[in-house]
């Protein structure tokens, strides 16, 4: 089975910090997505990468940075952490480009800034 | 910019009566994926539907794609408790990358 791995279920940062969210699949995926998740507002897409070194905007980038050194780790950045980055974050990953198949996703970084 | 929309937001129902999930399209989608969000948890892949008019069952669940492949619903007949959460549907819209999700609906089940 297919294993995405967030580091950390909880964590609770100051307006201002720096935050790294990380994410790890086991299943040589090409694709790998961010997407937080807020009440009444469903998922909402951060970035993605198609590959290693490969990053994608999606539909709301703003505030945030992503890492993709290697294929199977992705992260994702608060270069200054706002208090409307409260959010649950949800890394997924997907086979390759020409795969329409679905997205796994990790168990989800809940984050709150203070 | 381009979305999927889901209605209804929230749905109550007894336990024994159906569901019904609604997803729409303001521009034609590529394939459209439905997820299930238990409470607590992430959403886990429930099937893909990828050619016009398609139409799937798994058990008690029902999906349809649309013949204009901009809308598409999911039924549940004789809901039970087990089928509790958070119902999504993701549609990749042609010639954009990533999943658009719709916000969801939220079944509730009272015994």
């Known amino acids: 089975d297919v294993k995405v791995t967030q580091s950390s279920r909880y964590l609770v940062k100051r307006t201002g910090e720096k935050v790294f969210l990380e994410c790890v699949q086991d299943?040589?995926?090409?694709?790998m997505f961010w997407y937080r998740q807020d009440p009444g507002l469903g998922l909402r897409l951060i970035y993605f990468?198609?590959?290693?070194?490969?990053?994608e905007k999606g539909d709301i980038p703003e505030g945030y940075s992503v890492s993709r050194e290697k294929k199977e780790r992705f992260s994702l950045i608060l270069e200054s952490a706002s208090t409307n980055q409260t959010s649950m974050y949800l890394c997924?990953?997907?086979?390759?480009?020409?795969?329409?198949?679905?997205?796994?996703f990790g168990e989800g970084s809940r984050l709150t800034v203070l | 910019g381009q979305q999927v929309m889901q209605i209804p937001q929230y749905q109550h129902v007894q336990e024994g009566e159906d569901f019904t999930t609604y997803c729409n399209s303001s521009?034609?989608?590529?394939?459209i994926q439905w997820y299930k969000q238990r409470p607590g948890g992430h959403p886990v892949f429930l099937i893909q539907?990828?050619?016009?008019?398609e139409v799937k069952k798994q058990k008690r669940l029902t999906f349809q794609f649309g013949e204009a492949k901009k809308n598409s619903s999911l039924h549940i007949t004789a809901t039970q408790t087990t089928d509790v959460g958070t119902y999504f549907c993701?549609?990749?819209?042609?010639?954009?990358?990533?999943?658009?999700f719709g916000k969801g609906t939220h079944l509730i089940i009272q015994p």
């Open positions: 997924a990953s997907r086979g390759s480009i020409a795969d329409t198949g679905e997205l796994f």
């Open positions: 299943m040589d995926h090409e694709n």
């Open positions: 990468s198609y590959d290693v070194k490969m990053k």
């Open positions: 521009t034609t989608l590529s394939n």
């Open positions: 539907l990828v050619k016009s008019g």
């Open positions: 993701a549609g990749r819209i042609r010639g954009a990358d990533g999943l658009t």
